[in-house]
């Protein structure tokens, strides 16, 4: 069965840059869910609405859907409790899983929380309760899910309305598959587990499956998460000492560009993606929608290169940002940034790490 790696991620405090890349990208730090010990964040659509979780003083964890640019979020809860959202579609459907807090993908509840605020759990064509999780949508309302057999063994599948629709079936060798997201011409992104055991990511594209690995000498695993309908996906790969880092994947060059966030030394997740280039990231120095080629949440267009980027102090809660803005170039030099502003908040016994991919 799978086991999640950490049962979530603590909110950074406040802000931190990431690695100088070629060109022009721009950090947007998530307002947190105010009251909440932590805030993450998964999924971001056109309209720059983000779902994620956010932790209470007590570990319990909640889901949240709102404006990224204003923090204007409703907070809401499966009725099977621990929620945790991992993605939403344009029309503001939301998929994700509950009863997070066991940490056994196997009995997890996958849920599709609709537009008007009701919940489905995620059943097969029989109307079978399914287990595991559901996460990226395509346009149509389509999502890509997986859930754990009587072997356990993963298997993954597209759907929509809460029903799963179709199994995902690969001609790569493997033991076990996910699918995590989905365009809307029908290309799928995911892992698999090869027959070795190793998490690989893939791509089926034109009813093609292609096994993606990031090219980097330590890479140990790598995951695709996220797909847009520009061509670009997002994934995750961890090298031999547990680090996990993330990328940009062109599908029609084949080439992969690193997401740095300066400060993270642990783990760095890229997740849901939207048309615009904007990234829904996690990581051990704080949760962003990272900007790329498009414009940030609240902020009209990118700031040339080099440039910081303002946000209105009236759009932040108090307890966040403090008297800086909450937009960064990545170019900003950490050293600069206060140690309160890139310190992990955290509960205590926490411990930050990376979430199940």
């Known amino acids: 069965m799978t086991k999640i790696l950490m049962n979530s991620v603590a909110l950074v405090g406040l802000m931190a840059a990431c690695g100088a890349p070629a060109s022009a990208a721009t950090l947007f730090q998530i307002i947190p869910v105010q009251g909440s010990a932590s805030t993450n964040v998964f999924g971001i659509n056109k309209s720059q609405t983000i779902t994620g979780s956010w932790l209470d003083s007590s570990g319990v964890e909640h889901g949240y859907v709102g404006t990224a640019a204003t923090g204007s979020y409703t907070t809401f ?85 809460a029903k799963a629709t179709k199994i995902v079936k690969l001609s790569l060798g493997n033991t076990g598959t996910a699918a995590r997201a989905v365009d809307n011409a029908g290309d ?29 000498a330590s890479e140990a695993s790598t995951v695709m998460e996220g797909i847009n309908n520009k061509a670009i996906a997002t994934g995750q790969w961890t090298d031999t000492s547990g680090i996990v880092y993330s990328f940009t994947y062109n599908l029609a060059t084949g080439t992969f560009k690193p997401i740095k966030i ?83 908040i955290l509960k205590p016994g926490q411990k930050t790490g990376p979430l199940l991919p």
């Open 77 to 161: 809860d499966d009725p099977t409790s621990g929620t945790e959202p991992r993605g939403l579609d344009d029309s503001g459907n939301i998929g994700g899983f509950a009863n997070s807090q066991v940490g056994v993908a196997s009995e997890f509840v996958p849920f599709e929380r609709l537009a008007s605020g009701k919940f489905k759990t995620v059943v097969n064509t029989k109307g079978k309760k399914l287990n595991s999780l559901i996460q990226g949508f395509d346009g149509r309302g389509v999502f890509g899910g997986n859930y754990v057999n009587g072997s356990n063994v993963d298997v993954a599948y597209l759907g929509q309305n």
């Open 188 to 216: 799928i992104v995911g892992w698999y587990l090869n027959t070795s055991g190793i998490q690989t990511g893939f791509l089926v594209s034109g009813g093609n499956a292609t096994s993606i690995s990031y090219p980097d």
């Open 262 to 344: 300066r400060g993270a030394k642990s783990f760095t997740q890229a997740w849901g993606i939207n048309d615009l280039g904007e990234i829904a990231v996690g990581s051990d120095a704080g949760f962003y929608i990272y900007c790329t080629k498009s414009t940030c949440p609240g902020t009209g267009p990118l700031a040339a290169e080099g440039k910081e980027i303002s946000v209105p102090k009236a759009l932040m809660p108090s307890h966040s940002c403090a008297d800086r803005a909450c937009l960064v170039d990545v170019s900003q030099d950490p050293l600069k940034i206060p140690a309160r502003m890139r310190a992990p």
